[in-house]
């Protein structure tokens, strides 16, 4: 059963950084996923933020963090990152990590494997 924990929310004032671990275990070879990193703020849907291809060498992001947000892997330690800097209010947000069969998807729907998610909170 492939598990996936995300961790390194927390609460933050605007202009700071954070950096998201994933860490992801239970027998997966993580070489072989495209992972990525999803967001849901309360009454909304839960959106696409970056996503990384298996060996690393594609990264795609979200319009409203390109430039700020910073994703990365682990193969061998079978972790992914997000390097989070200048942080706005707006991105206050539970932040979920996933695995996914295809190499570096924007969709949801495309994501196998799931974490439990960490609180983001950017105060202004």
């Known amino acids: 059963q492939v598990q996936l924990a995300e961790s390194g929310g927390g609460l933050v004032q605007a202009g700071g950084s954070l950096r998201l671990s994933c860490a992801a275990s239970?027998?997966?070879?993580?070489?072989?996923?495209?992972m990525g990193w999803f967001r849901q703020a309360p009454g909304k849907e839960r959106e696409f933020v970056s996503t990384i291809s298996p060996s690393g060498g594609t990264t795609y992001y979200a319009d409203s963090v390109k430039g700020r947000f910073s994703i990365s892997r682990d193969n061998t330690n079978k972790m992914m990152y997000l390097q989070m800097n200048n942080l706005k209010p707006e991105d206050t947000a539970v932040y979920f990590c996933?695995?996914?069969?295809?190499?570096?998807?924007?969709?949801?729907?495309?994501?196998?494997?799931w974490g439990q998610g960490t609180q983001v909170t950017v105060s202004s």
């Open positions: 996933a695995a996914s069969r295809f190499s570096s998807s924007r969709r949801r729907d495309d994501y196998d494997y």
């Open positions: 239970g027998g997966i070879t993580m070489s072989i996923y495209g």
